[in-house]
T-cell receptor, first 114, second 114 residues
Framework: GESVGLHLPTLSVQEGDNSIINCAYSNSASDYFIWYKQESGKGPQFIIDIRSNMDKRQGQRVTVLLNKTVKHLSLQIAATQPGDSAVYFCAENAGGTSYGKLTFGQGTILTVHP | DTEVTQTPKHLVMGMTNKKSLKCEQHMGHRAMYWYKQKAKKPPELMFVYSYEKLSINESVPSRFSPECPNSSLLNLHLHALQPEDSALYLC?????????????FGSGTRLTVV
């Protein structure tokens, strides 16, 4: 299940399940969004991105959905594998005079059980 | 070469020491970034360099001094740090200074201030 509190939200799933990780972003002017995976001791690794003129984008086993009305992003991972266990961050590029500035969401810990 | 390389991977320094973190990319990217990441937190932007010039400083204390000697190299000079500055320091680069074609992150330098 999913929990939110003083700690990072966590999501535990069984291998083979589909996972959905959610993210609320803050800046209505943001026009570019990225999902990153971060494993322990490593830097963020690009998963998939989406621009504000789209509401859905698919990659290999991953889909990102963007709802600009409620400023919400989600990452769907199909057939989740133990190697998908990591912390997942959404990030937004604010655009405008803050071009280049990438702001990260708080992150979600995904644990995949064999 | 499609990587951002950071050195050293680990650094332990005393509060009176002066040290430097190094970041290098050979992808021809025109913007480079320093992020700080505390445990179980998202990366937080510190500095942005666009075309080798400092374009964003997120009110970082002067004990952190960035330098961009050329388009491939980014340094972070450290002096008189505090134990609370212990963190993972991440470097990133982007092809466009807007960041709208994505960012590449290094694996980080794990800094411990004693």
């Amino acid at each position: 299940g999913e929990s939110v509190g003083l700690h990072l939200p966590t999501l535990s799933v069984q291998e083979g399940d589909n996972s959905i990780i959610n993210c609320a972003y803050s800046n209505s002017a943001s026009d570019y969004f990225i999902w990153y995976k971060q494993e322990s001791g490593k830097g963020p690794q690009f998963i998939i991105d989406i621009r504000s003129n789209m509401d859905k984008r698919q990659g290999q086993r991953v889909t990102v959905l963007l709802n600009k009305t409620v400023k919400h992003l989600s990452l769907q991972i199909a057939a989740t594998q133990p190697g998908d266990s990591a912390v997942y961050f959404c990030a937004e590029n604010a655009g405008g005079t803050s071009y280049g500035k990438l702001t990260f969401g708080q992150g979600t810990i995904l644990t995949v059980h064999p | 070469d499609t990587e951002v390389t950071q050195t050293p991977k680990h650094l332990v320094m005393g509060m009176t020491n002066k040290k430097s973190l190094k970041c290098e990319q050979h992808m021809g990217h025109r913007a480079m970034y320093w992020y700080k990441q505390k445990a179980k937190k998202p990366p937080e932007l510190m500095f942005v360099y666009s075309y080798e010039k400092l374009s964003i400083n997120e009110s970082v204390p002067s004990r952190f001094s960035p330098e961009c000697p050329n388009s491939s190299l980014l340094n972070l000079h450290l002096h008189a740090l505090q134990p609370e500055d212990s963190a993972l320091y991440l470097c990133a680069s982007s092809q466009a200074v807007t960041g709208l074609y994505g960012y590449t992150f290094g694996s980080g330098t794990r800094l411990t201030v004693v």
